[in-house]
């Protein structure tokens, strides 16, 4: 699901290749949404033929924009989720970002924090965490 809205401006989804070594890491299926911002959002290792948005295309916050998997420098399945901004000659900065948009609140439940009335982007982190830790059993 995409972060945050903006404007699909690159994808590969060609890729069935992944793996633990450096040497696999150009085969990576991704796609890249720039934002109003002009920061960019990047999501990496995509399944093969996983990325269901096009460039060019206006997508918004919480739209399916491809099928998390495990290509490129990858060894277990994932979702590499990363924000940028873009610098002179070329370079980038990576941007540091916070899911949570309001105050959280122990769940005595769980014992877990969670955010008091989540937004999608707390939805969207929250998948993603569970994700991950579903993938790593």
Same mark, same amino acid.
């Given at each position: 699901?995409?972060?945050?809205? $903006? &404007?699909?401006?690159?994808t590969e989804a060609r890729f069935d290749k992944g793996g633990a070594s450096r040497r696999y890491a150009r085969y990576a299926n991704y796609v890249v949404i720039l934002h109003d911002d002009v920061t960019t959002g990047e999501y990496y290792h995509l399944q093969q033929? $996983? &990325?269901?948005?096009?460039r060019g295309q206006h997508v918004v916050a919480g739209q399916l924009i491809g099928y998390s998997g495990n290509t490129g420098f990858s060894s277990l399945p994932h979702l590499h989720f990363a924000v940028y901004q873009a610098l002179p000659n070329g370079k980038f900065q990576s941007i540091p970002f916070d899911f949570s948009?309001?105050?959280?609140?122990?769940?005595?439940?769980t014992a877990d924090w969670a955010p008091i009335s989540p937004s999608l982007d707390q939805?969207?982190?929250?998948?993603f965490c569970k994700l991950t830790i579903i993938l790593l059993l």
């Open positions: 699901l995409a972060a945050r809205a $903006g &404007v699909v401006i690159d033929n $996983g &990325v269901s948005v096009a948009t309001q105050p959280a609140k122990k769940d005595a439940s939805y969207f982190a929250a998948i």
